[in-house]
């Protein structure tokens, strides 16, 4: 698996990244200095406690909130410089998104929310929309839910739904915020399992947030947020290494 990695160029390119909430007294420095590159097909899985800037990372990464200093640069191309109208273009083209929120239309159902995203962004006859929304749903395990309207869906079920919808683009970077918090664990690895493959399988790049020490064995790379920086696994994880 890691060989798939070895010969790329990173997809995705952070230098020197700052972000500060508040004034005075109340300034916040959540990311200090940050810098980070991903290569394509790898599942970074970014760890620490709440509160940490897991979250502002996330949002920095993918072109939600701009960084006080520092830039991005996503397949060659320089997010923060873009106008916002070529960075929303750039994003509904290339980013996949999946928050703790789900943010489904209450009033359509499962199959009609990933239907929705086939057919707007590619313009996919309705016969293939349908088609490939039901492999999707069927790989989720809620091919027999997929004629439920979102309010009439399981927190656990309304989550597979937003991944669904935010795979079925096959965008080149999924962002998912803490996917499986919600889930339990026999769901929770469907979901992980099913970001993993498409990192891997279609050279995807996966920014995993997360703090369940079950998804580390699909991460690529661990790494932890504390004090507004980025460090590596714990010492005492890799140590098991050596012989
Ligand atoms: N929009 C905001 N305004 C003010 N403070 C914020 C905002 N977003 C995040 N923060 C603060 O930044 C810190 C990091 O938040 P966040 O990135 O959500 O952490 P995590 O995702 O690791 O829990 C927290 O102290 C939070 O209160
Ligand atoms: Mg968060």
Known sequence: MAMTMTHSQPALVARHLSRSFGTGEALARVLRDVSLELEPGQVLLLMGPSGSGKS????????LLRPDSGAVFVLGEDLWRMSERARERFRLRHFGFIFQGFNLFPALTASEQLEMVVRWGEGTSRR??????AGMLDQLGLGRRAGLRADQLSGGEKQRVAVGRALLKQPRFCFADEPTGSLDW????????????????RGAVLFLVGHDPRLVPYADRVLHLADGQLVAEPASASEEVSP
């Open 128 to 133: 293939e929309a349908r088609r490939r929304v």
């Open 56 to 63: 502002t990372l996330l949002a920095v990464l993918s072109g």
């Open 186 to 201: 026999s769901h929770g690895e469907q979901v992980i399992r099913l970001l993993h493959s498409a990192a891997h399988d």
